[in-house]
């Protein structure tokens, strides 16, 4: 799934109540926000680098202070 057009197409398809992301996400970090509000979005290549940045400290906050990840890490 990379949009909320794949989300809502394959609900409606498969007539669950919810789809997988996957890999998705990884590709567009902002596709849940789509999802949630139920539109395609296209950010612009700042509003993308803000949303790497937050992704990356966030990461590196749970590296420093997250005894459980730093041992998978160590």
Known sequence: ???YSDYAEAIEKYKTDGAMIG???LIKP???EE???QKV???SSSER???LKVIHL???YFLIFSP???AIWS
């Open 1 to 3: 799934m990379l949009s």
């Open 23 to 25: 890999r998705g996400a």
């Open 30 to 32: 902002w596709v849940f």
């Open 35 to 37: 999802i949630k509000e």
């Open 41 to 43: 979005m296209d950010p």
């Open 49 to 51: 680098m803000d949303m």
């Open 58 to 60: 966030t990461a590196l």
């Open 68 to 70: 459980e990840i730093r």
